[in-house]
T-cell receptor, first 114, second 113 residues
Framework: GQQLNQSPQSMFIQEGEDVSMNCTSSSIFNTWLWYKQDPGEGPVLLIALYKAGELTSNGRLTAQFGITRKDSFLNISASIPSDVGIYFCAGRSVTQGGSEKLVFGKGTKLTVNP | DGGITQSPKYLFRKEGQNVTLSCEQNLNHDAMYWYRQDPGQGLRLIYYSQIVNDFQKGDIAEGYSVSREKKESFPLTVTSAQKNPTAFYLC????????????FGQGTRLTVV
């Protein structure tokens, strides 16, 4: 199946630092989604991106839909301890048969040291 | 409140038994998905359904079965043919079409002993 390359796999940062993670693919997507997952819970949607080049913010989070439609990044500014978790990117695409799929990256595990 | 609900949150089964995981949504979403998550791993697609009475295999469908008799419900059965069923299972739903988001349930942790 389609794969998203998400990096880095893990990050260890100090509280207050900024964070950046990204996803790339060999395929084109028409929607990029970013999620955060806490241990033992389902992923929660943080930001949705619908247009190539779109830059969207949600509080301290900023995400961009790459101009080629094959990549996206997520930035977190001034990190706080509750930012700890696993962040996933997801791309939505349309298959040859016209059906739609959600494809996920493998996640970035973020640890914030107080 | 609208949402997507998975039940139960924790499930224990003996090896060789089939088990069915529930996923219900009242968001009027057309498409529903099942993913499997193993420790330290990403989400792998098991099955998805875009309309009632229709579903497609994902990347790891072997040993699993689904049904979509109602728009609101997309149960997943983990059969005895699944070699390594212990995992965290996540259900998601979306509207079809462009410019829509996917929402997840809280997950079911299945442990087979």
């Amino acid at each position: 199946g389609q794969q998203l390359n998400q990096s880095p796999q893990s990050m260890f940062i100090q509280e207050g630092e900024d964070v950046s993670m990204n996803c790339t693919s060999s395929s084109i997507f028409n929607t990029w989604l970013w999620y955060k997952q806490d241990p033992g819970e389902g992923p929660v949607l943080l930001i949705a991106l619908y247009k190539a080049g779109e830059l969207t913010s949600n509080g301290r989070l900023t995400a961009q839909f790459g101009i080629t439609r094959k990549d996206s990044f997520l930035n977190i500014s001034a990190s706080i301890p509750s930012d700890v978790g696993i962040y996933f990117c997801a791309g939505r695409s349309v298959t040859q048969g016209g059906s739609e799929k959600l494809v996920f990256g493998k996640g970035t595990k973020l640890t914030v040291n107080p | 409140d609208g949402g997507i609900t998975q039940s139960p949150k924790y499930l224990f089964r003996k090896e060789g038994q089939n088990v069915t995981l529930s996923c219900e949504q009242n968001l009027n979403h057309d498409a529903m998905y099942w993913y499997r998550q193993d420790p330290g791993q990403g989400l792998r697609l098991i099955y998805y359904s875009q309309i009632v009475n229709d579903f497609q295999k994902g990347d790891i469908a072997e040993g699993y079965s689904v049904s979509r008799e109602k728009k609101e419900s997309f149960p997943l059965t983990v059969t005895s043919a699944q070699k390594n069923p212990t995992a965290f299972y996540l259900c998601a739903s979306t509207k079809t079409g462009l410019n829509t988001e996917a929402f997840f349930g809280q997950g079911t942790r299945l442990t087979v002993v």
